[in-house]
């Protein structure tokens, strides 16, 4: 069946400029996940939803960062005036329940230029 | 960012042989771990998880150790093959809810 998909899997973008990444979770998961990572280092988590409940942004960095979900579908992370230090590989998962295996997509890769 | 530690950054081992790789989480509170294998370019790929009632689950030709008392975890590769190669991740699952923390990863070498 088909896994969690991310768009673009690419992304270069011009310092100050705003993006906007997009995750398809696995149908029927109703948790999804936004990890970042950096360049030989582990994932650090932004964000997760969780049905109809409030997100926990407790991960986010700075108010630059936003993420929404519509529903237990699609979700979208926005960084706003991005910066180099922005650059990274943006993961999203989704689970199917508490105390269940994350499915990852393959990332969008970010370049701030 | 939240980080669950390791003590070994890389990892290099000849083929056949069998690999360890530890893990060490600070959350008491942590019940759910899981262990992920990441290749280039891919996002990370479940391998095996455990629950705090265990000490040990074993799958096809890995085995995750769970010492509760010293917060360490391990995961045993028996026999390990040129596909292994890969940045692995250990991960808990604090208090039963969904965030999920993410240890700083071992690259696993394996030598023909």
């Known amino acids: 069946g088909a896994g969690v998909s991310q768009s673009p899997s690419n992304k270069v973008t011009e310092k100050g400029k705003d993006v906007e990444l997009r995750c398809d979770p696995i149908?029927?998961?109703?948790?999804l996940y936004w990890y970042r990572q950096r360049l030989g280092q582990g994932l650090e988590f932004l964000i997760y939803f969780q049905g109809n409940s409030a997100p926990d942004k407790s991960g986010l960095p700075s108010d630059r960062f936003s993420a929404e979900r519509t529903g237990e579908s699609v979700s979208t992370l926005t960084i706003q005036r991005t910066q180099q230090e922005d650059s990274a590989v943006y993961l999203c998962?989704?689970?199917?329940?508490?105390?269940?295996?994350?499915?990852f997509g393959n990332g969008t890769r970010l370049t701030v230029t | 960012g939240e980080s669950v530690g390791l003590h070994l950054p890389t990892l290099s081992v000849q083929e056949g042989d069998n690999s360890i790789i530890n893990c060490a989480y600070s959350?008491?509170?942590?019940?759910?771990f899981i262990w992920y294998k990441q290749e280039s370019g891919k996002g990370p790929q479940f391998i095996i998880d455990?629950?705090?009632?265990?000490d040990k689950r074993q799958g096809q030709r890995v085995t995750v150790l769970l010492n509760k008392t010293v917060k360490h975890l391990s995961l045993q590769i028996a026999a390990t093959q040129p596909g292994d190669s890969a940045v692995y991740f250990c991960?808990?699952?604090?208090?039963?809810?969904?965030?999920?923390?993410f240890g700083a990863g071992t690259r696993l070498f394996v030598k023909a």
């Open positions: 998962a989704s689970s199917l329940a508490q105390g269940s295996p994350l499915h």
């Open positions: 455990i629950r705090s009632n265990m």
């Open positions: 959350n008491s509170a942590s019940d759910y």
């Open positions: 149908s029927g998961h109703t948790a």
């Open positions: 991960a808990e699952n604090r208090g039963g809810g969904f965030k999920t923390i």
